[in-house]
């Protein structure tokens, strides 16, 4: 039974945000560095963020060649570049909240791994350049075929690289850590441990751990951010969950490249985490078992993933797989982040689509801009 005293002080708010990842707690940052006053509370179903936050790979990225070739195919190109501005200025935010050296910022640089299906695109470098010369206000893709053999790579498979000096690796933990108590120095409350049954009418109700029983609290301003999960809160917005499968190796002696690596429009990816490896992706080996938001593995994705680490990647090269694991991205039809005012009380929102860590902080201001301008 909720007192007297809970209830007058504890649960109504000026804001409720339902998710505690990037997206969650950026938008919880913004509100409160424009409105000092606004109460804001941030209801999150883990013992921390539990969703796709923690369990990236840690890339800060905008696009490679091949992805942006693909979106401009598939969206238009006015809509792929505007994309790609969201990323860039969302990167340039997410420095700004959390200082370079609190989430172990490493600007080593991007590369795309070109194999012989995509070697076409190289010809487009020029025009993709072009094209993105008013964000950048520099040469974004350049061609570092020496770098192939320098890294070690299958030079048989890997038949050109395309590097760009503008993306660059964080630790994903730390930024996390960071990003949480930032939001509570600047007075957000964040519980833990409660899962969202429902949303009615600006009443946000969990079930309460100890009291059995379900508890509302009120707000004016609820927004979800609740990423692969999005559509169990609100129906309305049609959210597909994809599975992303990781692994980490042990340290590796003289590992040969730094850096983060895309390969196959994005759908795989690689980086070095000091002398290790992470490796991840292969969704498109498998699409419909992957569109899941349960953590598990998939055993024909994984044995991949170790296939290219021991023939592509890592050739040669002594290795064991210290650890792996899995997590869940959200994903609209036309992959473009959303914001949906669902009524005066409520807003839902996605940024993720696979670049979450990027898009993140940008959308966040643009939801606080659609809620409270
Ligand atoms: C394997 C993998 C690798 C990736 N690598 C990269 C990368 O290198 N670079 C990059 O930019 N992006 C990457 N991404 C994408 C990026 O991680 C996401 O886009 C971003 O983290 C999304 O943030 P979010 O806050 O929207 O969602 P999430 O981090 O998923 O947060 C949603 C939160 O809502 C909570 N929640 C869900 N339902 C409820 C409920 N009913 N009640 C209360 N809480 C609830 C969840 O527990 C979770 O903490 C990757 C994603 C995955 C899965």
New binding site residues.
Partial sequence: MISFWEKNSFLNYDCII???????LSTACEIRERFPDKEVLV????IF?????????????FGSLTEILADIETKGEANAIELVEKRWQGINLLKQRVVENKMDYLNYGGYELIDENSIGSIEKIEYVNNLLSGIFGGKVFELKNDKIKAFGFDSGFVRSLVYSPYEAQLDTGKMMRTLLKYAEFLGVQIHNG????RIDNGNVVIRHNVLKEEVEFTSQNVIV?????LS??VPALKVKPGR???LITKPIKGLKFKGIFHYDEGYY?FRNFGDRVIF?GGRNLDFNTEETGEFGFNEKIISDLKKKLNEMILPGTEFEIESMW?????FTADKLPVIHKVNENLTAA???N???????SQVAREIVTTVFD
């Avoid at 409660?194 to 049954?197: G, N, R």
């Avoid at 899995?326 to 959200?330: A, C, K, R, S």
């Fill in positions: 339902v998710g505690s990842g990037l997206l969650g209801l999150e179903r883990g963020p539990t969703g796709a936050s923690t369990k990236n790979a840690g890339f800060l990225c409660c899962e969202v049954i951010c609740t990423n692969a999960l169990e809160l992303g499968e990781v990816y991840g899995t997590g869940i991205m959200g996605l940024s993720c696979g670049m979450g860590i990027a898009l993140s």
